[in-house]
């Protein structure tokens, strides 16, 4: 069997496959009640039928202004929970498991009247504002925000939770030098908001629910951190609790001279330095839909998991192709099986 249709289990996770949904933003939260519609409904439940492992609900935020805009998914209210709740069930009927992306944009909420941040530097680009530095106990009660979202998601029905650590978003501009300037203990140690914010929320899951962790292994712009930095910082992580780490790239700046042509798998080495340097599952992600990339991603051993992103944007079964171009049998609901 090919290596991208063997099954993983990761404490009480068990996946039939080692495809996963990458998050991604829709956009399409039509009363800007941060609660998932009828079109979040079809496209996660599409991949389901399409035959991925394991879906990542995309960026959902803690708190109102914690969106990147007003039309993103939010779990700030137990009202939001029967909306998410009947997405999980109907991917679970298509055999999928599916996780929520849980997040704050910090500086990089465009719609916030006043968007908070770990200091006020602001994101470049016109539509971002210079947010408000966070005092310590705003910050305190944004690691229970964290922690109060991720109970919601468990009541929800989800098989796991991922932290958003990546793209420039809040977790990430905390254990970043580059928009971590505070004085305070949360500027002293740089890991030290990560690691309560995982702490926090794993309080709130089973104990053999695993906690996945997106980071961003690499910042692009001048005086950004690098791939040691970030080693040790998930170092922090792991120890308090991330049971596997989602490894992208870059998001905290415009991207400059660092950072290397996109080109499938340029994202990979970093995801096999941090399992390597941690012992730990890893996630890849960034252009690997190419099937036979994918399939050499866990071959080599390079990660664990492989998250195809625009890819299952321009096809949702994805992983059934995947399989017949490697010469596995797809399962596919009984409904097709005539095609196949």
């Known amino acids: 069997m090919a290596h991208l ?12 496959n080692r495809i996963v949904m990458a998050p991604m933003c829709q956009y399409s939260v039509t009363a800007k009640d941060g609660k998932p519609n009828d079109w979040h409904f079809t496209h996660y439940t599409s991949r389901a039928v399409g035959g991925t492992g394991l879906i990542l609900m995309e960026m959902t935020d803690v708190h109102p202004d914690g969106r990147i805009t007003d039309y993103d998914l939010g779990l700030w209210s137990d009202d939001q929970i029967p909306a998410f709740a009947r997405i999980i069930d109907a991917v679970h009927g298509y055999g999928s498991k599916i996780g929520i992306q849980i997040a704050h944009a910090g500086r990089k909420a465009e719609d916030a009247a006043q ?14 504002k210079t947010p408000r530095e966070m005092t310590t106990d705003e910050v305190k009660r944004m690691v229970e925000l964290f922690a109060d979202a991720a109970k919601r998601a468990v009541a929800a029905g989800v098989d796991t939770v991922e932290l958003h650590g990546a793209h420039g978003y809040l977790i990430h501009q905390f254990h970043s030098p580059s928009t971590n300037r505070r004085s305070d203990e949360y ?13 926090a929320v794993k309080s709130q899951l089973p104990s053999q629910m695993p906690l996945l962790m997106r980071v961003s292994a690499v910042e692009y712009v001048d005086g950004g951190y690098g791939l040691e930095h970030m080693i040790e910082i998930c170092r922090e992580y792991q120890r ?19 950072k290397p042509g996109n080109y499938p798998g340029y994202q990979v080495p970093f995801a096999r ?16 839909e190419d099937f036979h990339v994918a399939e050499s991603v866990v071959g080599n051993c390079d990660a664990d998991l492989v998250a195809i992103a625009r890819g299952m944007l321009r096809d949702p079964y994805w992983a059934i192709h995947a399989a017949q171009a490697l010469g596995v049998t797809p399962e596919v609901p009984k409904q097709y099986t005539r095609a196949f």
Request: hydrophobic share 45%; charged share 20%.
């Open 5 to 16: 249709f063997e099954p993983f289990q990761l404490k009480g996770l068990d996946l039939k």
């Open 115 to 128: 968007p908070v941040a770990p200091s006020p530097i602001r994101f470049e680009g016109s539509q971002y």
């Open 187 to 199: 500027g002293q140690d740089l890991a030290r908001f990560g690691v309560e914010v995982v702490q």
């Open 240 to 258: 308090a609790g991330v049971d596997m780490f989602h490894v992208s790239s870059g998001g905290e700046g415009r991207p400059g001279a660092r």
């Open 273 to 288: 330095a941090i399992k390597e340097a941690l012992h730990i599952p890893v996630i890849a992600v960034g252009m690997l």
